[in-house]
């Protein structure tokens, strides 16, 4: 006999219910709780997020912005997130910061610094700020991290800014959950920069150099550009304009999902359509900008944030905010089955009646690991 | 309890804020302290010097710690200490450890205790004193809890 695998479920129990009540009457020690439930993945974590972002109830309209701040550790991203959330804040913008540290893999512990910056703004409402240690997780986040953006973000925080752990080449998990990648380095990533390029450097929306009141920060602002510049190919030289920014010379809202993320390769015209009017009905692509800043001075933020807003303004007009966005959503409907089936193969194999039989006939030789797996696979389908 | 490995799903991890609030830029032991309690499997949140109480409870709020362990070596203890337990009351906060360390006289130890603050340890404790005493708060707290859950449905 199997025992019956309860189903996924999306009521919200009753022990949570104050929370959401809370959050929804803006009690911050309510919200942060909630996101602890969520981070932990406590009993009823997913209800609670069901119900949190079901619309219509006290959560309305498109989901806020969502821009990554990623780069080597010490290249200035705390701070520099520190100026950004401050701007919002004066330009009257609620900000939801996540900032992301790693988890010692030897003690499972954490020191989680990036406040020491930041912590000058927590008393102001209108900013909220979370640290969160990355658990085992290595992407560059923490597994729970999108969640914990998309909680903040129904809680009235909608501006929302998430700061990697200091990343080398393959922490790049960032790219999936933001709508824009801000890449920072300084000055003496400049040797650096041959190694990353097959990593952060296919993920940057916006190149920064930080703490760029140092030597050497032309050179690499230079040298990304050049390698930016090799990157683009012919596909890009026909269309791009000679800097970044929004080509509106293009047909705005023709991008049916074929604009191409900086990144993802050169954009691809319809071909075989014929003539000039092809060309300029192609989507305009982005260019990364490279941009200077001296963070704790607050040189240069205002640029950048002019440079996320010309990116969120290209994204919507070429389509890619909502492809990047399905995305989003496929990846998280996946991860929510993912999770839910792993829990059914284990409790599956928790139970005695199931698992006894089966690894005793492996024991006694009659079957293999795979025509039992196969087996117990066939109830699942 | 379920037997995944590490990083097992509803895992409880202790979180403490350590904090330097007022004017003393001493701030080695707090490093020390914050160092320790990492090793020992905590999430620490530290906010480097200078803060107020108003700051640190701000913190002690959005990050949802367990503890909040204060460093005070400047004499002002028995001002800093109900200060901050206050706020945290007064955040609906009623359920997180208020502890530290410092040069603080045992009178003075005992004055904060009967307001509410935990224990405090002064100079020379080993680290490994504040690491077991948060220790077995935290799993009081949480049995505590598991009871209250189970009797209220």
Redesign the interface.
């Known amino acids: 006999m199997v025992s019956p695998v309860p189903p996924l479920a999306t009521e919200l129990p009753?022990?949570l219910r104050p929370l959401v009540e809370g959050i929804r009457s803006g009690?911050?020690?309510a919200l942060?709780?909630a996101?602890?439930v969520v981070e932990?993945?406590?009993?009823g974590f997913q209800a609670l997020l069901h119900t949190l972002l079901t619309p219509g109830e006290g959560h309305a309209g498109p989901p806020g912005s969502r821009v990554g701040i990623t780069g080597p550790p010490g290249a200035g991203k705390s701070s520099l997130v520190t100026a950004m959330a401050r701007a919002h804040m004066e330009a009257g913008d609620q900000v939801g910061v996540v900032a992301v540290d790693p988890?010692?893999p030897y003690?499972?512990?954490?020191?989680?610094?990036d406040?020491?910056r930041m912590?000058?703004l927590?008393?102001d409402p209108r900013i909220?700020?979370?640290?969160m240690?990355s658990?085992?997780s290595l992407g560059g986040l923490a597994t729970t991290t999108t969640e914990v953006m998309d909680v903040m973000d129904v809680a009235g925080f909608p501006r929302l800014l998430v700061e990697t752990v200091g990343v080398g080449q393959t922490e790049l998990e960032i790219a999936g959950t933001a709508d824009t990648v801000v890449v920072v380095l300084v000055p003496e990533s400049g040797d650096g920069i041959q190694a990353m390029k097959a990593g952060l450097m296919e993920i940057a929306d916006i190149f920064v150099v930080n703490k760029s009141d140092r030597p050497g920060a032309d050179r690499l602002v230079r040298e990304i550009r050049t390698a930016l510049h090799y990157r683009a190919g012919d596909a890009r030289k026909v269309r791009v304009p000679a800097h970044h920014g929004v080509d509106l010379s293009g047909g705005i809202a023709q991008a049916g999902g074929i604009a191409q993320a900086g990144g993802s390769g050169p954009a691809r015209g319809e071909e075989g359509k014929g003539g000039d009017a092809d060309l300029s009905k192609a989507p305009p692509s982005w260019t990364p900008p490279v941009l200077q800043t001296v963070a704790h001075a607050g040189e240069g933020v205002a640029g950048l944030l002019a440079a996320i807003e010309d990116h969120r303004v290209w994204m919507l007009e070429s389509g890619e905010l909502e492809r990047r966005r399905l995305a989003r959503t496929t990846t998280r409907v996946r991860d929510v089955m993912d999770r839910e089936l792993k829990r059914r193969v284990?409790r599956l194999l928790?139970d005695s009646t199931v698992a006894g039989p089966a690894l005793g006939a492996i024991a006694s030789g009659g079957s293999t690991p795979y025509s039992v797996a196969a087996r117990l696979l066939e109830g699942f389908s | 309890m379920?037997?995944?490995s590490?990083?097992s799903?509803?895992?409880?991890?202790v979180r403490v804020l350590v904090a330097k609030p007022g004017l003393d830029g001493h701030d080695r032991g707090a490093k020390v302290i914050?160092?320790a309690?990492?090793?020992?499997?905590?999430?620490?949140?530290?906010?480097?010097l200078h803060?107020?109480p108003?700051?640190i409870v701000?913190?002690a709020?959005?990050?949802?710690v367990d503890v909040v362990a204060m460093s005070v070596l400047s004499g002002a203890h028995m001002t800093l200490f109900p200060r901050v337990k206050a706020l945290l009351d007064e955040?609906?906060?009623t359920d997180i450890l208020l502890t530290g360390g410092g040069i603080i006289p045992e009178d003075d130890v005992q004055a904060l205790l009967a307001k509410g603050v935990g224990r405090l340890f002064g100079p020379g404790s080993p680290t490994t004193d504040a690491v077991a005493y948060i220790r077995s708060w935290f799993e009081e707290r949480e049995t505590a809890r598991e009871a209250g859950?189970g009797a209220?449905?």
């Open positions: 009753a022990s009690n911050r020690l942060a709780r996101i602890s932990n993945e406590r009993p988890t010692s003690s499972g512990g954490a020191l989680l610094g406040r020491i912590n000058d927590a008393t909220f700020i979370r640290s240690a658990r085992g284990r928790a | 379920d037997s995944e590490q990083m799903a509803g895992e409880q991890r914050a160092s309690f990492r090793d020992a499997g905590f999430e620490v949140i530290y906010t480097g803060q107020t108003e700051m701000a913190a709020i959005q990050e949802d955040a609906g906060a859950q209220g449905g």
